[in-house]
């Protein structure tokens, strides 16, 4: 059973759900960086503060992974004031590839167990392929390069 009282596990199971919204508002998206920060925050002072984790290969694949997530975030964060509808798709489907991540973690460490990432996995491997709504031009398809040069908005 869940222990309500935990904060990690409080803020897992909240991102979770949220994550699960297939609309999301810009506020929406933004609430759901924040707590994914929070979130990250948390589990590296417990991973700092656990003698036998702090600089293992887990945290070390951890970090590394994140690195390459954050930077594809931050280059599709200011398309996203652009044009909300167009790129929301990409912002979304890295901030599922973080959460992902810190759910391996989170596993690594014991936090949570097996079923809890399989009760999770439609959140983490959910189709992005959504018909459009109101206006969205829907996910791009995985084929493109991540070169986002050619995502230029028509004026």
């Given amino acids: 059973m869940v222990d309500a009282k935990d904060p990690v596990l409080a803020l897992y199971y909240s991102l979770s759900d949220?994550?699960?919204?297939?609309?999301?508002s810009p506020e929406q998206l933004e609430q759901n960086l924040i707590s994914i920060v929070q979130?990250?925050?948390?589990l590296m002072a417990i991973v700092e503060n656990t003698p036998n984790m702090s600089g293992t290969y887990a945290q070390m694949n951890y970090q590394t992974?994140?690195?390459s997530i954050y930077h594809q975030l931050k280059q599709v964060e200011p398309l996203i004031?652009?044009?909300?509808?167009?790129?929301?798709?990409?912002?979304?489907?890295?901030?599922?590839?973080?959460?992902?991540?810190?759910?391996?973690l989170m596993k690594t460490m014991g936090y949570i167990g097996e079923d809890v990432v399989l009760s999770t996995s439609d959140v983490l491997s959910?189709?992005?392929r959504l018909p459009p709504v109101d206006g969205d031009s829907g996910?791009?398809?995985?084929?493109?390069?991540e070169n986002m040069?050619?995502?230029?908005?028509?004026?």
């Fill in 18 to 24: 949220t994550l699960r919204n297939r609309d999301p």
């Fill in 39 to 42: 979130l990250h925050t948390m």
């Fill in 65 to 67: 992974k994140l690195s």
């Fill in 81 to 104: 004031e652009v044009n909300f509808y167009k790129f929301r798709w990409k912002y979304l489907h890295y901030l599922m590839m973080w959460f992902g991540q810190i759910t391996a």
């Fill in 126 to 128: 959910s189709d992005m």
């Fill in 139 to 145: 996910p791009s398809s995985d084929d493109e390069p």
């Fill in 149 to 155: 040069a050619g995502d230029e908005i028509d004026g």
